[in-house]
């Protein structure tokens, strides 16, 4: 008995492990990501939307402009910070030591201008009584030009050392924000080195960059809408306030900036933001239907694009055979096949299946 029900305990403690197992073994299933767009007419509106970055309209890196020991360091994350406040300081061993030799440079400069300058007078009185020479009287006031000169320059070179003295203090250039920190106490830099960074801005600008397709279509001026994922069920009004004339070599689009019309506290500087722009004309034609260039593929039987299909929970997508006409500055006229209203794939025909199971983008 007693080995029974060893056994039956085992074969129950065995069961819970396979399922376990089982249990672990399930993973996630993989959906591919499908941007999409709604079938409309000719000239109808035509929303295209870009992901850029939130900034104020001023950022100010904060920096040293000489090198040394940082002995204080006055800067918090989110800090504000008013006008002429004091932010940080160095050591100045250097600079300090500098100064005090310019000083003694100065003070050596002085004494041999005021002794010129006795000397001077003295040979100008001989000279004026004819006990002495016209190039003697010439020689001292020469020297005494000279001695003037050395000490000008000396009193240059300690205004020089003064400002090498305040090189190493930080003051608030603007009443802002601290956005971000990067050097602490104790910490040997150099001049010019950033050490934090000052949003001083009372503007919310938006940075993005817009492909060559569409650049044509955007002014100064134009309005758009934006979004925040991190700001849910709201949408802000913004206008464009700059577009660049020229690609950035780097991304291969067009710096484009935008300024939000209604600025909230919520937006803060560099949250992720989906800037929407309207290219359409509004000059609507209602009886001719347009789908995207690139959303239409080709097989051996013929024209097709892919239709979204949504049940519940579930979306996917449906081979669709259609029949195009001419080709419009919005894309491909549809003769037939498609219908005002439904959504079809824009991007990445070519590895989508029919049948397949995807997210919406």
Do not use: W
Not at 41 to 48: A, I
Not at 175 to 200: R, W
Not at 260 to 274: E, R
């Amino acid at each position: 008995m007693k080995f029974i029900s060893k056994l039956s305990l085992f074969s129950v403690l065995a069961g819970l492990l396979l399922s376990c197992g089982s249990e672990e073994k399930k993973e996630e299933k993989f959906l591919r990501p499908v941007k999409y767009q709604e079938v409309g007419f000719l000239g109808g509106e035509r929303v295209r939307t870009f992901s850029g970055t939130a900034r104020t309209d001023k950022i100010i890196n904060l920096s040293f402009r000489s090198s040394g020991i940082i002995t204080q360091f006055d800067m918090k994350l989110g800090q504000r910070v008013k006008k002429g406040q004091l932010l940080g300081k160095l050591d100045n061993v250097q600079s300090r030591l500098a100064y005090e030799q310019s000083i003694t440079q100065l003070n050596s400069a002085a004494s041999q201008m005021n002794t010129s300058k006795l000397n001077l007078n003295r040979i100008r009185s001989l000279y004026e009584k004819g006990s002495t020479s016209l190039s003697d009287f010439e020689a001292a006031k020469n020297s005494f030009k000279n001695a003037e000169e050395s000490y000008k320059s000396a009193k240059r070179g300690v205004e020089i050392q003064q400002d090498q003295i305040n090189y190493g203090y930080i003051y608030a250039p603007e009443d802002g924000i601290i956005a971000s920190i990067s050097a602490e106490v104790d910490e040997n830099i150099q001049a010019g080195s950033s050490v934090a960074i000052l949003n001083s801005g009372t503007e919310m600008e938006i940075s993005l960059g817009l492909p060559e397709s569409v650049i044509n279509g955007v002014q100064e001026g134009m309005e758009v809408a934006v979004d925040f994922s991190s700001i849910p069920d709201q949408t802000f009004k913004a206008k464009v306030t700059e577009v660049a004339p020229a690609v950035d070599a780097n991304t291969a689009t067009y710096p484009v900036r935008v300024t939000v019309v209604n600025p909230s506290d919520a937006i803060k500087s560099g949250m992720a933001a989906n800037v929407a722009f309207d290219f359409g004309n509004h000059e609507i034609d209602e009886s001719r239907l347009v789908v995207p260039a690139h959303a239409v593929g080709e097989d051996s039987n013929g024209r097709f694009v892919f239709l979204i299909e949504e049940e519940g929970a579930i979306t996917k997508v449906r081979k669709q055979a259609i029949e195009i006409g001419s080709l419009a500055s919005d894309g491909f006229e549809i003769t037939s096949g498609l219908s005002k209203g439904q959504k079809i794939a824009t991007a990445g025909l070519q590895t989508l299946l029919d049948g397949q199971e995807v997210k919406l983008q």
